[in-house]
């Protein structure tokens, strides 16, 4: 019976950490220049403004969803390269472009 037990309790500690590991990249902001600098753009490379999406509150809601999705992928599979431009392309789709960079980074820093 032992035996049968010993394989779920280690099996449910690894997700525990997993998912703690996962919950820091996701609040995590990276420290490299490239991504500060993303973060601190207003405007595109020629010179235009960036603005808000403009789209439909089904739309939002629809992305919204798609999103958080892409944030329980991201926890469940943290070691995923999928869950990287999965979420990140998500948070482009809602407009957080700079957010979507920092994830893209992190990403790339992980699976070269």
């Known amino acids: 019976m032992l035996t049968l037990l010993l394989p779920l309790v280690i099996g449910g500690l690894m997700a525990s950490a997993v998912s703690t590991q996962a919950q820091d990249i996701l609040e995590k902001k990276s420290?490299?220049?490239?991504?500060?600098?993303?973060?601190?753009?207003?405007?595109?490379?020629?010179?235009?403004?960036?603005?808000?999406?403009?789209?439909g509150a089904n739309?939002?809601?629809?992305?919204?969803?798609?999103?958080?999705?892409?944030?329980i992928v991201f926890a469940s599979s943290p070691l995923e390269e999928s869950s990287y431009s999965w979420r990140g392309r998500r948070e482009g789709f809602m407009g957080n472009y700079a957010k979507a960079v920092d994830i893209f980074t992190q990403g790339l820093e992980l699976f070269p």
């Open 59 to 71: 739309s939002e809601d629809w992305f919204k969803g798609d999103l958080e999705v892409a944030n």
């Open 31 to 55: 420290d490299d220049p490239l991504v500060q600098a993303a973060y601190a753009k207003t405007a595109t490379p020629s010179g235009v403004p960036y603005r808000e999406k403009d789209m």
